[in-house]
């Protein structure tokens, strides 16, 4: 099955996608993406990621209209075309190829539009079984982390870091000692009988799939509480999981050398996680 490449307006292999070297998405990392995940061969919540990609554009004044780009059909033939089952569509608009110099180019100078899709792996049943283990380490991000930037530096380090001690994620911890998420995924933690996250806004990425568990967390009358909790507060937690578009809904079972509560996923994770499923399974997303 091939996996495929979209560059400004022409699909080919993957292997044949090229960008020129003066793209500002190679030289300053001057660009903003998207993943979306299907499920049944249909994109997952297509609506909610465009408005975020509309969102990180406007942010960062790169002027692409997606509707008139027609990027939502797009993602569909994109799909369509790879043959997978279930599909992984990356998407990454960045300011476009011109001479390199710190400022915005020319006016009228084109943003460069790349998609990727390949096919998904979700992670194996097992780890929602028994849960994961994350580490925690400080959160070096920049202060507008509500944009999808591929400037991704501090997450990658974050994620290796996570790699290399034989864990599934990092949980960023900022200045003041609270989690604001993990470096790929939402997090959420269960104390007091409440469902806690960090609050929307600068300090975290407005996770499509956190927006959905919140939004099932309060069909199920679970009181949810938008507000940080500290790195010892997370250790202490009766559950504590992750959420993502790959990843969905996860437990963690260990954060750094504390073992959260029995060290199995808890009840309310996993009622979420089934919410989740049979969310996707309604299908009218
Ligand atoms: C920093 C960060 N937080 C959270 C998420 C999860 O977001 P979503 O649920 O939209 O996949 C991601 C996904 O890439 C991420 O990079």
Redesign the pocket.
């Known amino acids: 099955m091939p996996e495929i490449a979209f560059v400004n307006g022409v699909f080919m292999p993957l292997a044949e996608a090229v960008v020129s070297v003066e793209d500002r998405g190679f030289q300053f990392a001057d660009g903003v993406y998207e993943?979306l995940a299907s499920y049944g061969g249909r994109p997952f919540a297509q609506e909610s990621?465009l408005h975020?990609l509309e969102h990180s554009l406007k942010a960062l004044h790169i002027d692409l209209d997606l509707g008139a780009y027609g990027l939502e059909g797009i993602v569909r033939e994109g799909m369509a075309r790879s043959g997978f089952a279930e599909t992984m569509v990356y998407i990454q608009i960045t300011r476009g190829t011109a001479p390199r110099h710190h400022e915005f180019p020319a006016a009228g100078t084109q943003p460069t539009v790349v998609m990727t899709v390949k096919q998904l792996r979700r992670p194996a049943a097992e780890r929602y079984e028994k849960g994961v283990k994350v580490v925690s380490t400080p959160d070096l991000r920049w202060k507008r982390?509500d944009i999808?930037s591929t400037s991704?530096l501090a997450?990658i380090l974050a994620k290796q870091q996570a790699a290399e001690a034989g864990a599934f994620e990092a949980l960023l911890v900022d200045g003041q000692g609270r989690v604001t998420?993990?470096?790929?995924?939402?997090v959420f933690c269960v104390r007091q009988g409440a469902l806690w996250t960090s609050p929307a806004g600068p300090h975290?990425?407005?996770?499509?799939?956190?927006?959905i568990v919140l939004e099932l967390a309060r069909e199920l009358k679970l009181p949810v509480r938008e507000e940080f909790c500290t790195l010892e507060q997370y250790q202490q937690a009766d559950e504590v999981f992750l959420?993502?578009?790959?990843?969905e809904a996860m437990p963690v079972v260990r954060i750094d050398e504390h073992q959260v509560a029995d060290g199995k996923p808890g009840p309310l994770t996993r009622q979420l996680r089934q919410a989740f499923l049979e969310y996707v399974a309604r299908g009218d997303w």
């Open positions: 993943v990621h975020r982390c999808k991704l997450n998420e993990g470096s790929s995924t939402s975290i990425l407005p996770s499509i799939t956190r927006g959420a993502g578009t790959t990843t």
